[in-house]
């Protein structure tokens, strides 16, 4: 037997080894995607509601080829559901730990819908900056 003839086998070869995915195709798909987002935000007058869920439908289908592609996510194991579930529930633990911050607001803000109506407000004498004929603080 030639040992020539014989080619070296690669110790990598096993665990590289994957189809190439199509970066051109992908690229492609995303930015028709970004044109089909921009052209439901040019609809006239859809309902909020739909034009969100549309938009952020569009949104995930587009973060899902950037890591399934790019990110080379497709071709991992079962190990990546390990690290991201951990990780979603942090994410989702601050969210709800600052939705009472930032996200729900203790108060209500009456006000009304008339502003001429309003007038200046004048600060009654002795409770503060009083104005001079000016409008300069004393």
């Keep these: 037997m030639n040992p020539s003839s014989q080619a070296p086998a690669k110790p990598q070869a096993a665990a590289d080894d994957h189809p190439h995915a ?17 052209g439901f935000d040019l609809l006239p007058n859809p309902p909020k509601l739909v034009l969100a869920a ?10 899902y080829c950037v890591m399934a592609w790019f990110m080379h996510l497709k071709f991992e194991g079962a190990w990546k559901y390990i690290v991201l579930v951990p990780t979603s529930l ?3 633990g601050l ?11 203790y108060y209500t803000v009456e006000a009304d819908s008339d502003v001429t109506a309003v007038g200046p407000v004048e600060n009654p004498p002795g409770t503060g900056v009083e104005l001079n004929e000016t409008g300069a603080g004393e």
């Design 22 to 38: 199509n970066y051109l195709a992908v690229f492609g798909a995303l930015c028709a995607l970004t044109l089909v987002s921009v």
């Design 54 to 63: 549309l938009v952020f439908g569009v949104a995930t289908a587009k973060a």
């Design 90 to 92: 942090l994410g989702l």
């Design 95 to 105: 969210v709800l730990a600052l939705l009472p911050d930032i996200g729900i607001h």
